[in-house]
Structure formats: C-alpha cells, structure tokens
C-alpha cells in the first residue's frame, strides 16, 4: 500500500476525469505530469469519454484507459489502484461525482478507486454557479473534506455558454501546483484557515520618472501569488494587492486588487486589512520614489541629465503594526544579502526587532536566489525568539509553511 512516493521510481498519480465540459483541461493537466516525470494512469468516467476520447488519454499518458471494474480483470485495478497511488487526482469533479464520492459509491472504476485510495485525494471541482452554491453540493463537500479529501475551491470566470461565475475549474498549472504540494507534503491543505480573512501583497512596486521609465525590482510576485493561492485552498477569505505581476493568473478563490506604486498598494493594503486576522507582506515595496515625475520623456540630449531626487516611500510594514487590531498577525518579509558587517539572519533579527510585525519571512537574495526563480528557501523568524528554516522547495510549497505558522498564532 502507498502512501508517501519514494526515490527509487516516479510518483504514481491516479487522474480522475469527470464528465464536464472542462474535461479537455485534464489533457493539459496530463501533460504537465507526464513531462515532469509522474508516472499518470487516467480514470474517466463514462460521461468524460463524451467529451475527450480515450485515445487522447493513453497517448498522452502511455497507459491503457478503462472505466468499468471489468476491464483488465487479472489486475484487480478496481483496488490495485487506489492502493498503489501516491495521489488521486480528480479533474473535474462534477457536482455528481462529489455527490457519488461523498456518498460511498461505488459503480465505475473511478468511485472504486476513490474506495480504496489510502494516499491524498485532490479533486478539482467545475460546475455552473448555481450548482456549486446548492446546499446539497455544499454538504457532499463538507463531507468529504471532513473525511480528510481535498476539495480545492473553484475559480471565478466564463463557464459555459455566456455565464460567468464561481465554479470555473483553475488553471491547469494551478492544478499541478497543487497537486505536486501534495505529494510532497500530504499535510500541507488543511482548512484551517476557514472562516479568516488574510490579506496578502504580491508583486514589486514601480515609480515613474516620466511617462516612459520607472524606479523598480527585480520581484516577479510569484511567491505573493503562491501565498494568497494556498491560503485560498485552506479556508481563508483571500484579498490579493497585486504590484505589476506581469502575466501570473489570478490564484483560484481569491479576490485581486490591482496597483502600481508603493502609495497606492499602502492605500489597498490599509483598506482590506481593517477587518483582517492576517496580512503577509510579500510585496517588494520600494524604498524611495522620485520627488517630481516629469510631465515629459527626459529626453537623451548631448549632456547627462541632472540627479533625480529621491524621497521616501511610507514604510507599510511599520504602519500595520502600529494600526494591528487585537489579534490581527502581521507578517513581513525581508530579501537580505550579508556583508563584511553581518550575515542574513543576524540582518534579519535586527529587522524584526525593528518593525515590531509578528512573524519575518526571510531570504537570501542574489546568484540566482529568490527572485525571478520558481523555487524558494529561506528561515522564518518569530517575535517570540522562536526561528525554523523553510526546506528548499516550490514557491506553494515555501507558501504552505508560511501559512502553518499563521494558523498556529491565530489558534493561540
């Protein structure tokens, strides 16, 4: 029986398939496990092979598809299945399939597996709105959460035809993150953030200069994105102040306020947080910004243009914390590099000390470290003297433990 995967071959992944629309999005799902070496056996379900035939699925996994129990039979894979996975990933899960999972079914090979699984289960819901809001799918889904499934929560967008709504699946690549985190830490999704509201800034802030050039940073937001993504899919209410994330897809569940300069992310941070228990500050906010924005291109000419003069930017961090209501938790972060007078941590700790915020994410910066990288690493220091390193890892992944040392002062 499996469990956690192993060093010696590639984690087994059984792929569910329900039979939704957004079942052609399980290929794309497929495809990124296939190409990042997770050995992938897909199991649809009748109605999924109406919308994508089981010849896609083998070619794209190199395994044989069935639906029935009695396919196959010598195998047993009605239980052979379930056992043997490392993760059971179900893309979509239709309002009927949940309802069939919740309840025990067991009448194709899908349901059975879904019996005799005995590693994570992730399942990945899409249906219309209304559908998604029914409390009889409400319920099937407590249910099997309360019974330890992962019920990831859906995204907003264009369902079917011309509605729009919450119940669109997430992106593919936000479904393997998921996924992947699973498989690397089972624990990593409880919902122990349900019923919070966690106010997360991603992204790094740009000053003009003039209309065409800007002061900036090198911060791609990802991490930001990652926190407010899987703070999302534990529970939590989500508000996302998001500075310049480029093309990055809005996290499934979380609502995305947009901003540019470090004055305008301090304004959408201050809003959202008033009624927060939570606010993490992964944004890199700049420093300084330029004392006059020309009205105009400053122009190359024949002779180099004078100093820009730089001001202050409000230091947002130090603004929570002196605001924080009773109980709010307050988390920086801090992009360090040592030097001939000190090293990353003891920079860290006198940062800490400094700002007064409850927990100090840290990293170290440079050679390719934290910025503009899809992995992380780094320590997280408390206010209470308490310090634990952040094993190296995806950017959710960096995210999850973030997020584990919040839930704990919320508890306390």
Known sequence: MSGGTTEHRSPRIVLGVGGGIAAYK???????????????????????????GAATFEALS???????????????????????????????ATANLLARAAH?????????????????VLMVPAMHTEMWEHP???????????????????????????????GRL????????LARLLLARPEALPRDLAG????????????????????????????????????????????LVAANPGELADPAGVDVVRVGTAVELRDAVHVAAKDADAVVMAAAVADFRPAATAEHKIKKGERAPEPIALQHNPDVLLELVARRRSGQVV????????DADGDVLGYARAKLARKGCDLLVVNTVGDGQAFDTVDNVGWLLSSDGSEWAIPHGSKVHFASFVWDAVARLLAS
Do not use: M
């Not at 997430?170 to 993150?177: C, T």
């Not at 988390?331 to 040592?338: L, R």
């Open 136 to 166: 009889a799918t409400r319920d099937n889904v407590a249910l099997l959460r309360a019974r330890g499934t992962v019920v990831a929560e859906p995204a907003t967008g264009r369902l079917t035809g011309v509605d729009t709504g919450k």
């Open 170 to 177: 997430p992106e593919p690549a936000e479904i393997v993150e």
């Open 196 to 239: 919070r509201k966690v106010v997360v800034s991603a992204g790094g802030t740009r000053e003009p200069l003039d209309p065409v050039r800007f002061l900036g940073n090198r911060s791609s937001g990802r991490q930001g994105y990652a926190l407010a993504r899987i703070a999302a899919q534990r529970g939590a209410e989500v508000v």
């Open 331 to 338: 988390v920086g972060f801090a992009a360090e590099t040592g």
């Open 26 to 52: 399980a290929c794309e799902v497929l495809r990124r496990l296939t190409e990042t070496g997770h050995d992938v056996r897909v199991v649809p379900t009748e109605s999924a092979l109406r919308f994508v």
């Open 62 to 92: 190199g395994q044989p598809v069935h639906t029935g129990v009695f396919g196959d039979v010598p195998e047993v894979p009605h239980v052979r299945l379930g056992q043997r996975a490392d993760l059971v990933l179900v893309v979509p």
């Open 104 to 120: 025990g079914l067991a009448d194709d090979l899908l349901t059975n597996t879904l019996l005799t699984a005995r590693c994570p």
